[in-house]
């Protein structure tokens, strides 16, 4: 099983940041509307505060637990906080795989891999935190491992 490159708790951190920072400016806003006597500036940073902690928190548990393995047949992925997930993608079911790097991403020299599959709306799964030589060989892997899993001429199912 194959982890995700450290560098991915600095992208989850920086939303944990940016969510905390939106929240406590909320709370802030709404103290001030609701209640006139109860201090935004207790109340902004104490939600900043929470948030953030368990935002980190948060962070880090997922970063411990994240596991992806290129399986000669499937693509298996572990993840989870609080629920754990285990997918098991089959090549023969994947139509397509793209790779993405954000703004951050690219600073920190990261990607993703996103896998599209068959089936119903919103089948995919993503393998973030890849170092960016790694997007690209885990891209050609899958996309090589999905062709060589179609199936020949005249096998499978007729329609």
Same mark, same amino acid.
């Given at each position: 099983?194959? &982890?995700?490159?450290?560098?991915?708790?600095?992208?989850?951190?920086? =939303?944990?940041?940016? /969510?905390?920072? %939106?929240?406590?400016?909320?709370?802030?806003?709404?103290? @001030?509307?609701?209640?006139?006597?109860?201090? =935004?500036?207790? %109340?902004?940073?104490?939600?900043?505060?929470?948030?953030?902690?368990?935002? @980190?928190?948060?962070?880090?548990?997922? !970063?411990?637990?994240? =596991? /992806? +393995?290129?399986?000669?047949? @499937?693509?298996?992925?572990?993840?989870?906080?609080? %629920? &754990?997930?285990?997918? @098991?993608?089959? !090549?023969?079911?994947?139509?397509?795989? +793209?790779? &993405?790097?954000?703004?951050? $991403?690219?600073?920190?020299?990261?990607?993703?891999?996103?896998?599209?599959?068959?089936?119903?709306?919103?089948?995919?799964?993503?393998?973030?935190?890849?170092?960016?030589?790694?997007?690209?060989?885990?891209?050609?892997?899958? =996309?090589?491992?999905?062709? $060589?899993?179609?199936?020949?001429?005249?096998?499978?199912?007729? %329609?």
């Amino acid at each position: 099983m194959e &982890r995700l490159d450290g560098k991915v708790v600095v992208v989850w951190l920086w =939303r944990v940041l940016v /969510f905390a920072v %939106v929240l406590a400016v909320a709370a802030g806003v709404a103290v @001030t509307v609701l209640d006139p006597g109860v201090s =935004r500036l207790v %109340v902004a940073p104490a939600v900043f505060g929470v948030v953030a902690l368990l935002g @980190t928190l948060h962070a880090l548990l997922r !970063y411990r637990i994240w =596991r /992806f +393995d290129v399986r000669e047949d @499937t693509l298996y992925i572990e993840r989870g906080v609080l %629920v &754990r997930v285990r997918t @098991t993608v089959p !090549y023969v079911r994947v139509q397509h795989v +793209d790779s &993405r790097r954000g703004p951050l $991403e690219r600073v920190l020299g990261l990607g993703r891999v996103v896998v599209y599959t068959a089936g119903s709306r919103g089948a995919d799964v993503a393998i973030p935190g890849l170092a960016a030589a790694r997007v690209d060989d885990v891209q050609e892997t899958l =996309r090589r491992l999905a062709i $060589e899993s179609e199936p020949e001429d005249g096998e499978g199912d007729a %329609v």
